[in-house]
């Protein structure tokens, strides 16, 4: 499977390292709006061209991951793109996601394409356990928690602040309403009760801190809903204290079963990641080769990990599949 990479930042060089580990995959070309000289990857041989000549060498990949953020890149990369390759992304706009679905589906059918939108684990992981848990125990309540740990979404978000050099937003679960969780309790919890998010940020000289502040806490489906702390620091303390990007989280689902709903269940799917964008990565470079392999038979349109069957994940044969892990 020949991969192509569009944007090389901590996402684009993680899909680097999980094609490293996948023998079945082939890295053939980097895209970058940047200037290409600039860019050293980590594959000896392996061109960097710019954005613009993309088409180029549509007939040369199997599958383009798009590795551009959520907010601006991918609503216009993903359908743009799905009209000349196959293409996975890692949207993750919960809230965006129909609409993303549906303007991917029409560009990819058209040219007869399949594009996965979503991947990564939160939505990819999380949301199938999700629906495994609700369809189980379908008498039961969901409570999904994310972290501790650094959001590339939402620090992305942060980062395309006018006066924003750089910054880091980290995700913080309410231990409290987690143990409440865990207990079977059954607590009613709203968004803000469940999560607090921190936001470490360098602002540029003379920016206004309080309009940037203001502009982070009343961001609609990034902070608006929870409780921010927005803390601003100097470009040196970023580097030595915040340069990690690690996350995780915990997907629980309580539910009753038996004829009088007498028994308790807690399902819980937990991740601990020193690295969000290396696992998101791995997590896409396995969707992938469903991508390659749903088109090889015929499929097109936009699909999410929902539409997947488990067994395309994996390079390894039914036979070897029903004999080393069912």
Not at 60 to 77: F, K, M, N, R
Request: proline share 5%; aromatic share 8%; charged share 25%.
């Amino acid at each position: 499977m020949k991969i192509g990479i569009l944007g090389y930042g901590n996402l684009g060089k993680g899909i680097e390292c999980a094609i490293k580990q996948n023998p079945d995959c082939e890295l053939k070309a980097v895209f970058t709006r940047r200037d290409p000289s600039t860019v050293k990857l980590l594959t000896a041989g392996v061109p960097v061209y710019n954005v613009k000549d993309i088409l180029a060498h549509k007939d040369e990949i199997d599958v383009l991951v798009l590795c551009g953020g959520s907010a601006t890149d991918l609503p216009e990369q993903t359908p743009e793109y799905a009209k000349y390759f196959n293409v996975i992304d890692s949207f993750d706009t919960h809230a965006k996601i129909p609409q993303h679905f549906a303007n991917v589906d029409a560009a990819a059918k058209s040219s007869n394409h399949v594009a996965l939108i979503s991947a990564g684990w939160d939505p990819g992981m999380f949301s199938l356990n999700r629906l495994y848990a609700n369809c189980i125990l379908p008498n039961g309540t969901d409570y999904t928690f994310w972290g501790k740990g650094v959001s590339q979404g939402h620090s992305d978000a942060i980062r395309r602040i006018e006066g924003v050099k750089n910054g880091k937003q980290y995700t913080i679960p309410v231990q409290a309403a987690l143990d409440a969780v865990r207990s079977g309790s059954n607590p009613e919890l709203t968004t803000r009760q469940k999560h607090t998010r921190e936001c470490f940020v360098v602002a540029e000289e003379g920016a206004d801190k309080a309009r940037i502040e203001k502009e982070i806490k009343e961001m609609p489906n990034y902070f608006a809903d929870y409780d921010t702390t927005v803390h601003f620091i100097s470009e040196e303390e970023l580097l030595k204290n915040h340069s990690g990007i690690p996350h995780g989280g915990f997907v629980i689902r309580t539910g009753k079963t038996g004829w009088d709903n007498e028994f308790n269940n807690v399902i819980e799917y937990s991740l601990k990641l020193d690295s969000n964008p290396a696992f998101t990565s791995s997590v896409i470079i396995a969707y992938a080769r469903a991508v390659n392999r749903l088109q090889k038979e015929g499929k097109s349109g936009c699909i999410t990990v929902f539409d997947v069957a488990p067994a395309y994940l994996s390079p390894l044969s039914g036979d070897d599949l029903r004999a080393h892990l069912l």
